[in-house]
Each structure stands twice: as structure tokens, then as C-alpha cells.
């Protein structure tokens, strides 16, 4: 890939970091869109306010930027702050470049899986139709957001995350604890599907995405080898070498969290990343032990 110049949304989170380590250390001029300040570039959602200064033509744009959604316990209000997150970001970002006069080749918009919902076993590609629930709907919501620069003809990508592993953050993260101490189980039947990826992977997912012309619309971001909870947490506790004997029955996880449980922790969505592979993409762990030992294990 030439030098591109590229614009980052979120770039402080866990996956904008480590876009923005591998994209800066291949070359590229990466800019963090910055909130709450008055250097540019800096936007602010509020007051609908993007500012790119001098920074010249931007050619790609990848927006991160939302509220976590397993930050707490899913409130009326916290749901509302988790959904406009999102669409008001999104929606911005595209409307802002979509009039802008040099326009950028790629908008990359994150997603997620949640779009599917509780889907059982049945296997899920871009084609699939979306779930219920609050995450699907608000998933379509955000994909939605990224019309105007759809029509105003930038390649546009929403991109579809699976569960995110990473020691540094996310579920792998809040895991880690009691995992390591042997207090880890299977969450509710277990028998619900896991799409997970590695934080390794996305930057060589995103890599592919400019790439690739016709990697456009829903892209999955998930590797070939989805997972049962059971699986997952066997595996999980080989590699830490730890037993994992302390199952959390679906009755305490709703009694613990409500909502959140159902739709994070015992829905099921097996997802495949038919486009991806379709483009030639090669997946570098897509297998999840190996990939947990990479994340987990220090060499030596």
C-alpha cells in the first residue's frame, strides 16, 4: 500500500490503539479525531462540529467511536447513551464527508455481530437478516447512519466485530481474573456459539478492506472457527492451566445483570466471514487456542 493519510475515530480505545500502532508503523499519517479540544482534528458530536484544520485530503476514515456497552448495567438510560453513541457519531462523520468537496476512498464504520441476535446454530453471513433485541436493532441503526456517504459515493464498510480478544481489554479482559484464580465456568447452557477475533487480526482485516474494492457494505470481522461457551472456556482454562469448575447458571447471570446477559453473555451467533474469505483474505489465528496462546503466553 502507498502512504494514505488516515483519519481514526475512537483511536484511544482498544481496537483504535492498535490500528493506530500497526498503521503508523507501516508508514501511514494517522490522525486521532479528537474530542474536547481545540486542535485540530477535533470534533464535537453535541454541536455537530468536525474540524480537520490543515490537515490536507483525507484518504480513509475508520470510525470506532461508542459507549461500551458492558460498561454497567443496562438502564433506560444507559441504552439511550449506548445507541445515540453511536447513530449521532456515525451519522455525522458521514454527512461531514459526504459534502466535503475531496472526499475520502473508504469510510470504514465499526458494527457488530449483536446485528444478528440470538440466532441459535444456524450459520450467519453478511446476507443473513438481522435479529431482535436492543443491540440488533441499534446495530442497524449504526450501519444505517453511514447512508449519506454511501450515496454520496464513498466506498463505505460497515465493519461487523465479533468478540474481541485482548489481555488489555473487553470480555478476554474481565475473564482473566477469575479465570486465572480457577473460579472460571461455562455461562448458562454453554451451549451457545462464541464469533470472537483477535485484536491481532483487524489490522490485517483492515489492510484487506482498503485493499480490496469490493469489500464493501457488511463485512464480518470474525474468524472462520466460532466457538461454544463450553469450548471457549475449556480452552480458555488449558491455556491459563487453570481448572474451571464454577459454572454461572442463566438464572444468576439475569438476576446479576438483566437484559445485558441475555443479549452478551447467552445469545448465540455463529457467525462466518464469507466476504473476507471470498476476497482472499488469510487469516493469521484463526483458530482459538493458538490464538489465546499468542495473546496469553510469554515467550519463554
Not at 486521532?32 to 470534533?43: D, E, G, K, M
Not at 443479549?263 to 476476497?279: C, F, I, M, T, Y
Request: some cysteine.
Amino acid at each position: 500500500m502507498s502512504m494514505q493519510t488516515i483519519l481514526i475515530a475512537g483511536a484511544s480505545g482498544l481496537v483504535g490503539g492498535e490500528l493506530t500502532r500497526f498503521l503508523s508503523a507501516a508508514g501511514h499519517r494517522v490522525l486521532p479525531l479528537r474530542r474536547n479540544s481545540q486542535t485540530a482534528p477535533f470534533w464535537d458530536i453535541e454541536r455537530k462540529i468536525i474540524e480537520l484544520g490543515d490537515c490536507g485530503p483525507i484518504d480513509a476514515v475508520i470510525n470506532l467511536a461508542g459507549e461500551n456497552i458492558a460498561a454497567g448495567r443496562w438502564t433506560a438510560a444507559r441504552k439511550e447513551r449506548i445507541r445515540q453513541s453511536r447513530i449521532e457519531s456515525t451519522c455525522l462523520l458521514a454527512e461531514f464527508f459526504a459534502a466535503a468537496k475531496q472526499k475520502p476512498k473508504v469510510l470504514i464504520s465499526a458494527s457488530a455481530i449483536g446485528f444478528y441476535g440470538d440466532q441459535g446454530d444456524e450459520k450467519l453471513t453478511e446476507a443473513s437478516p438481522a435479529g431482535i433485541g436492543f443491540l440488533a436493532e441499534t446495530a442497524q441503526a449504526w450501519e444505517a447512519a453511514t447512508q449519506p456517504a454511501t450515496a454520496a459515493g464513498i466506498r463505505t464498510v460497515q465493519l461487523r466485530l465479533g468478540v474481541v480478544l485482548s489481555p488489555a481489554g473487553g470480555a478476554l479482559a474481565k475473564m482473566l481474573p477469575s479465570f486465572t484464580m480457577g473460579l472460571g465456568g461455562v455461562l448458562g447452557s454453554g451451549r451457545q456459539w462464541m464469533s470472537w477475533i483477535s485484536l491481532h487480526e483487524l489490522p490485517g482485516i483492515i489492510k484487506q478492506i482498503f485493499a480490496h474494492e469490493e469489500l464493501r457494505g457488511p463485512v464480518n470481522a470474525v474468524s472462520p472457527g466460532p466457538i461454544s461457551n463450553r469450548d471457549f472456556t475449556r480452552t480458555l482454562a488449558t491455556v491459563l492451566r487453570r481448572p474451571a469448575l464454577l459454572p454461572a447458571p442463566r438464572l444468576l447471570l439475569k438476576l446479576l445483570l438483566g437484559e445485558m446477559a441475555d443479549e452478551l453473555l447467552l445469545a448465540s451467533a455463529k457467525v462466518q466471514p464469507r466476504l473476507l474469505l471470498n476476497s482472499g483474505y488469510v487469516f493469521l489465528e484463526p483458530e482459538l487456542e493458538p490464538a489465546l496462546r499468542h495473546l496469553l503466553c510469554k515467550p519463554g
